[in-house]
Nanobody
Framework: VQLVESGGGLVQAGGSMRLSCAAS????????MGWYRQAPGKQRELVAT???????VYPDSVKGRFTISRDNAKNTVYLQMNSLKPEDTAVYYC?????????WGKGTLVTVSS
């Protein structure tokens, strides 16, 4: 299983950014896919999940600002982030669970300047 994130970088507060995660080695269309993030000195936290049927879950901290989506034909999951805040600065990780095991990408850094 391989998860490869892309799309991170530096953005000003109030701006937007889209992250992508290309997956391989799994039956992508059947898997729940997730985005997590970890800020310096903090624990990794859930950002969004999407089921095979397209149902989504967001914590209150990003609800209304972030949107997770998936393209099963491309084996790719996306995270559209709008109205970014400095507190969104973190390394963002793609995640899935397959045959009882969690898999993570290497992460992509998102830095939001004030």
């Amino acid at each position: 299983v391989q998860l490869v994130e892309s799309g991170g970088g530096l953005v000003q507060a109030g701006g937007s950014m889209r992250l992508s995660c290309a997956a391989s080695g799994i039956f992508f269309s059947a898997n729940v896919m997730g985005w997590y993030r970890q800020a310096p000195g903090k624990q990794r936290e859930l950002v969004a999940t999407i089921t095979s049927g397209g149902s989504t879950v967001y914590p209150d901290s990003v609800k209304g600002r972030f949107t997770i989506s998936r393209d099963n034909a491309k084996n790719t999951v996306y995270l559209q982030m709008n109205s970014l805040k400095p507190e969104d600065t973190a390394v963002y990780y793609c995640q899935t669970r397959d045959y009882g095991m969690n898999y993570w990408g290497k992460g992509t850094l998102v830095t939001v300047s004030s």
